[in-house]
């Protein structure tokens, strides 16, 4: 979630009484995280409004929302037609369907993929993150992959976030050893 949104849906303001003192300071918050993901390790980050790599995010609707509900199958004929590069699906909460992964190796666009739920507080393993993976690269390229969290992990407490984070790394890393693959890169939801 971005600073602008934290303060127009998800903040109480009781300390500043001053919106964009509010926001710039959740700015540098933020730009102080992206900071210490790019130095783990992070190449790609999400953001719109400037001139990068463009990623689409499909959510199912958020955490409280039921799993499985986004029609991604009726969707894709429309969202191929979006000037982006590439379209993050939310995989891990719904098993990594055949027919949604299918639907990536007839174009030309890049997969996100969900590999970490945001529907439950369990942490998943970095070979269940493996197992996700390897079902994706039965239809999408290593190259034309990148891995994130199913939606955004603001919900969770830190120590759950970040121990989320590091299973789709950790699994991230088991793929490129096991299959040689040098590009996948895990990102933040």
């Known amino acids: 979630m971005r600073p602008f949104e934290l303060s127009a849906v ?9 919106r964009k003192a509010l926001l710039r300071d ?14 783990a390790g992070a190449t790609i980050v999400e953001f719109d409004g400037i001139d990068a790599y463009k990623i689409w ?3 199912h609707g958020g955490t409280p929302a039921p799993v499985g509900m986004a029609p991604y199958r009726s969707m894709f004929p429309y969202v191929k037609d979006l000037q982006v590069d590439s379209f993050d699906w939310s995989s891990a909460q ?3 369907p ?17 590999v970490i ?34 939606c955004g992990l603001c919900a969770y407490s830190r120590p759950a976030a ?13 793929v490129r050893q096991e299959m040689g693959v040098k590009r996948l ?5």
């Open 10 to 18: 998800g903040l109480v303001d009781e300390h500043y009484h001053d």
């Open 26 to 39: 959740l700015a540098d918050i933020f730009h102080r995280e992206l900071l210490e993901a790019v130095k």
């Open 57 to 59: 995010h499909c959510c």
């Open 94 to 96: 719904t098993n990594y």
């Open 98 to 114: 055949d027919d949604e992964l299918k639907l990536f190796a007839e174009c030309d666009v890049d997969l996100g993929l969900g």
């Open 117 to 150: 739920s945001n529907k439950n507080y369990l942490i998943e393993t970095p070979q269940e993150v493996t197992a996700g993976i390897r079902k994706a690269m039965q239809y999408v390229a290593p190259e034309r992959t990148h891995l994130t969290s199913d």
């Open 162 to 174: 970040k121990a989320k984070l590091r299973a789709a790394v950790k699994g991230a890393d088991l």
């Open 185 to 189: 890169v895990a990102t933040p939801g």
